[in-house]
């Protein structure tokens, strides 16, 4: 078999937030980045969870609020703030609406490891950044969470089972911890091979070079193969 057409394994650790809007460009920008790459290369993706505010109470908070809080933003800032994240929403083809509460999403990221072990956890993390941040839903709400997990074909009795229960609870605290003791303190963080950080909701052709870099340096050249 040709180098060109040898498999070539990629592991992605996709790390973060429900609620982080980066992260949702950084998904669709580093999604359309994967399709560009040549076909002989396996991508092996593990969404992989982060709290930006792991001590958000259940009601969760208004946004606008939150964010002046936190991060010293003025009405002005969180307008500008909007507008350049809806923009570059609208380059990889997500589209923001309004979001007036952020909320805790522990609850979103047990589910979100089930779904991992059941094979939908991309589709989910699809939905739940859809849910909050096109449609504006309350990702901490266990009727909202089921409709969504259903949504993506996951069993809803058993997702509500999850939900009403502790259950992969230590496991997302376990993750959680990893990356944080790794230094990860903002996201999207994109993980390569468990080796290479890329930082950032990053543009479309930023994802793709940084990844075909990474694919030249492995074993029989895979980043120049034909696509």
């Not at 350049?84 to 990221?109: K, M, Q």
Request: net charge negative; with cysteine.
């Amino acid at each position: 078999m040709s180098a060109a057409t040898d498999r070539v394994p990629l592991r992605i650790d996709f790390v973060s937030d429900v609620v982080c809007p980066w992260c949702a460009i950084g998904l669709a920008a580093l999604e359309q980045a994967l399709a560009r790459l040549p076909a002989n290369v396996d991508v092996d993706f593990h969404v992989r969870p982060f709290e930006l505010n792991p001590q958000m109470a259940p009601e969760g908070e208004d946004i606008a609020e939150h964010l002046a809080r936190k991060y010293g933003m003025s009405p002005e800032q969180l307008t500008a703030a909007r507008a350049n994240i809806e923009s570059r929403g609208a380059d990889v083809g997500f589209a923001f609406g309004d979001r007036l509460r952020t909320w805790n999403t522990f609850d979103a990221h047990r589910l979100l490891h089930w779904a991992g072990i059941a094979g939908r956890q991309r589709d989910l993390k699809r939905a739940l950044l859809q849910a909050y941040h096109g449609d504006g839903e309350n990702v901490s709400d266990h009727a909202t969470l089921v409709r969504i997990a259903a949504s993506v074909g996951l069993d809803a009795g058993r997702a509500a089972a999850i939900l009403a229960s502790d259950e992969y609870a230590d496991a997302v605290r376990t993750d959680e911890q990893v990356f944080i003791r790794s230094g990860i303190n903002s996201v999207p963080a994109v993980i390569i091979d468990q080796q290479h950080l890329i930082s950032g909701g990053q543009p479309v052709d930023v994802f793709e070079r940084a990844l075909r870099e990474i694919l030249a340096g492995k074993a029989g050249g895979a980043g120049t193969g034909a696509e």
